[in-house]
């Protein structure tokens, strides 16, 4: 069977795979801990399943939508755009895809030439790096210099070079929950002009952030930063919606033009009924957001000095999201074991404990822990871990 070059660099997304491979055990009947992916663990709010069930029954949902989205639902994006951001978007500037991840896959597509180079902070969400080389671009990887895993002006700086177009600024952060200040997005975002980078700020983590700390979406601090950025958002995260797969981009109306060309010949619009539970999503009562934002707040101050405790594990205290990333190289060195891949797959097979590796990051002496789950789980999860170090400790 003839295959493509491009997918022999292509990895399955790990994320997905270490999910898959818990809910396989967990349908075997085994009592796994699940702590891979990253989606809420809440029921859509009852207010956007009760118009997506209008929509199906008035059969408002049964035809092809503009490519970009139904015009409500860009309405809606716009005052949210205005309201959260205090931008002024017009449709121009708006493309609705299916997930925030069809989004990142469209723009890569839309601006990357063949050996352009994207700048990936490292740790950087799985399918950054994959998207980026299928659509025939170079990842070029950031190490973070700051204690909590961000980057610098200066660490990019010194990975930039002639054939970079673009950078992506995730915060909050998947995996490490990291949260840039208005003043770190201030110095990268003047970087970016000055220099002529796109950024592109993955902002699906936004609505996500805890004790205190504020989210700046880099696109508000000047209108130079907004005319170089576009923005990647969606309602996955927030509403509880990660079934539903609706994404959008929004930004630089030439860039926007052209995805949505793409779209017109790949996807033809996003899923119909997820469009308008996405209005309602958007237009309804924003209560359910701060609901599940203080759940997720709770469980973070609840579990996080107890994984603190795990041996051999090491983190600061993230301020977003809903992961934990914690570098165990000490737990590893205890246990003998060479990375985190091979902690994970043991973890799994002896204890029946599911989270991810590093690895699929860009760390492989970290884990990413989701913690978008009860706290029950969580402490177990936590126990057998302590419990699984020790024993490799011990027979050392
Ligand atoms: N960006 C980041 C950082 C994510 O963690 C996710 C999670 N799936 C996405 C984008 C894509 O979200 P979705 O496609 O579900 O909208
Ligand atoms: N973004 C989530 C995660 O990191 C969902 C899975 C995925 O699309 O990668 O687990």
Not at 162 to 168: R, S
Not at 354 to 377: C, N, P, W
Request: aromatic fraction near 8%; hydrophobic fraction near 40%.
């Amino acid at each position: 069977m003839k295959l493509s070059k491009r997918m022999d660099t292509l990895g399955t997304s790990i994320t997905l795979k270490a999910a898959h491979k818990a809910r396989v055990l967990i349908a075997e009947g085994k009592d796994v801990m699940n702590l891979t992916v990253g989606e809420p663990d809440f029921p859509t709010p009852k207010n956007i399943q009760t118009a997506a069930i209008s929509a199906i029954e008035t059969g408002k949902a049964s035809y092809y939508t503009a490519t970009p989205g139904i015009p409500q639902l860009r309405q809606a994006i716009e005052n949210r755009l205005k309201l959260i951001y205090g931008l002024d978007m017009k449709d121009e500037n708006i493309v609705v895809t299916d997930g925030a991840k069809f989004a990142l896959y469209t723009l890569f597509q839309v601006i990357i030439d063949p050996e352009d180079e994207v700048l990936i902070p490292v740790p950087y969400w799985v399918s950054y790096s994959e998207q980026v080389k299928v659509a025939g671009g170079v990842p070029v990887f950031v190490q973070p210099s700051t204690e909590d895993l961000k980057v610098t002006v200066d660490d990019l700086e010194a990975m930039r070079s002639n054939k970079t177009v673009a950078v992506i600024i995730n915060s909050p952060s998947n995996p490490s929950g990291a949260v840039y200040s208005y003043e770190e997005l201030k110095a990268i975002g003047e970087w970016a002009v000055e220099k002529n980078v796109l950024i592109i700020s993955d902002d699906i983590y936004g609505r996500l952030v805890y004790n205190g700390n504020n989210f700046t979406p880099i696109a508000t601090i000047s209108d130079e930063i907004y005319k170089n950025t576009v923005i990647i958002n969606g309602v996955s995260k927030a509403y509880s919606m990660t079934g539903w797969r609706i994404g959008f981009a929004a930004g630089n109306k030439e860039i926007i033009q052209q995805m949505i060309k793409l779209c017109s010949q790949s996807t033809s619009n996003p899923t119909a009924v997820s469009q308008f539970a996405a209005v309602e999503a958007f237009n309804g009562s924003q209560d359910c957001v701060e609901v599940m934002r203080q759940a997720y707040e709770d469980r973070l101050n609840e579990i996080f000095p107890i994984v603190k405790e795990i041996p051999g594990f090491k983190l600061q205290k993230p301020h977003g999201a809903f992961y934990l990333f914690p570098d165990i190289s000490e737990a590893l060195e205890k246990t003998g074991m060479q990375n985190a891949t091979e902690f994970v797959d043991k973890l799994l097979s002896e204890e029946l404990v599911a989270i991810v590796t590093g690895a699929g990051f860009g760390m492989d002496k970290h884990v990413r822990l989701s913690y978008a789950t009860d706290i029950e789980t969580l402490k177990t999860a936590c126990k057998r871990m302590t419990d699984f170090i020790q024993r490799h400790s011990k027979s050392k």
